[in-house]
């Protein structure tokens, strides 16, 4: 008999259940169930330049692609609509993952990449600004 085996393994006790498993998906959305509360003024101002600054961001990222360019202008039209209670220009999720994509690869980029060619990183679109 080995070392290993004769050496007592101490049983694991049952984990509780997480409470993630109990939080319903981002994307389910309950019908009949009011809007989410805005942020107050002064939050929603912070966001506002937040989103703005980002969008900026990804614009120059992109080099003004005139797509991409569009897309997220659109996310941030809908983001400023939001923010001031107003009903959201329409918005898709393309638009939403081109914007998320654009800086996700400008921070892999820039925190010295992940991605091995160029090929890589026009994957979204565009190629990412040197």
Do not use: K
């Amino acid at each position: 008999m080995s070392a290993v085996s004769d050496r007592s393994v101490p049983r694991r006790s049952r984990a509780a259940p997480s409470i993630t498993s109990q939080l319903p998906h981002w994307s389910d959305v309950p019908s009949g169930d009011p809007p989410p509360r805005r942020p107050p003024p002064a939050v929603a101002a912070v966001l506002r330049d937040l989103v703005s600054w980002a969008a900026d961001i990804a614009i120059l990222l992109t080099h003004s692609c005139p797509e991409d360019r569009e897309a997220i202008e659109r996310v941030r039209g809908c983001v400023d609509a939001w923010l001031a209670g107003e009903s959201c220009p329409e918005v898709s999720l393309d638009d939403v993952l081109t914007t998320t994509a654009t800086l996700m690869a400008g921070i892999d980029r820039n925190l010295g990449g992940t991605a091995a060619d160029e090929d890589e990183r026009q994957a979204i679109g565009a190629v990412v600004a040197a």
